[in-house]
């Protein structure tokens, strides 16, 4: 299995903030890789796939970047609705796997 | 648009099985890929496997042996059965679309199930 490794765990930041998620894969996953934000008691929801495209409707202030092994997420101005926790995926190979999260919260 | 729903007992006992149905409305299930993720506190999210939409299926390895996901005639529903379950399948369960190779964009809202005698 691909073993998708978040950091940091945890992030405390502040509105309007820069801040960015890295996710390292256990051998390279060319950009077959998801990022996705789950708010409590919610589904996680897709907001960039193939590491850089931004789904429909997702605020433009997120972008992802990178391929290979080192991908990375990174919101340009942290607003409040983006304090939850997020998660990558890689879909280059069965079994899909997943980081184990990134939980943002407000300093 | 595509909207899915999950249902299906809250509560089942050790050694039995565990069944859940994903609804699919605003559309069918006529192409794509359909999957089911599970999330648990200990494990974080697991994918479980998906079926593709000519019914093919394919499963997470460790999983494998216990999980049967298949699709309803109709084409509105599609299902995952896990035997002999224990306390560690003990997870809110998600149905989600994906069109491969991206990522899933469409997620029910996710069932809890418990398994405790």
């Known amino acids: 299995d691909i073993q998708m490794t978040q950091s940091p765990s945890s992030l405390s930041a502040s509105v309007g903030d820069r801040v960015t998620i890295t996710c390292r894969a256990s051998q390279s996953i060319a950009s077959y890789l998801n990022w996705y934000q789950q708010k409590p008691g919610k589904a996680p929801k897709l907001l960039i796939s193939?590491?850089?495209r931004l789904q429909s409707g997702v605020p433009s202030r997120f972008s992802g970047s990178g391929s290979g092994t080192d991908v990375a997420l990174t919101i340009s101005s942290l607003q409040p609705e983006d304090f939850a926790t997020y998660y990558c995926?890689?879909?280059?190979?069965?079994?899909?796997?997943f980081g184990q999260g990134t939980k943002l919260e407000i300093k | 648009q595509v909207q899915l729903q999950e249902s299906g007992p809250g509560l089942v006992k050790p050694s039995e099985t565990l069944s859940l149905t994903c609804t699919v409305s605003?559309?069918?299930?006529?192409?794509?890929?359909w999957n089911w993720i599970r999330q648990s506190p200990g494990k974080g999210l697991e994918w479980i496997g998906y079926?593709?939409?000519?019914?093919?299926?394919n499963y997470n390895p460790s999983l494998k042996s216990r999980v049967t996901i298949s699709l309803d005639s109709s084409k509105k529903h599609f299902s995952l059965k896990v035997r002999s379950v224990t306390a560690a399948d003990t997870a809110v369960y998600y149905c989600a679309r994906s069109r491969a190779p991206y990522g899933m964009d469409v997620w029910g809202q996710g069932t809890t199930v418990t398994v405790s005698s």
């Open positions: 193939a590491a850089s």
């Open positions: 995926q890689q879909t280059y190979s069965v079994p899909y796997t």
């Open positions: 079926l593709y939409y000519s019914g093919s299926t």
């Open positions: 605003g559309g069918s299930i006529s192409s794509d890929y």
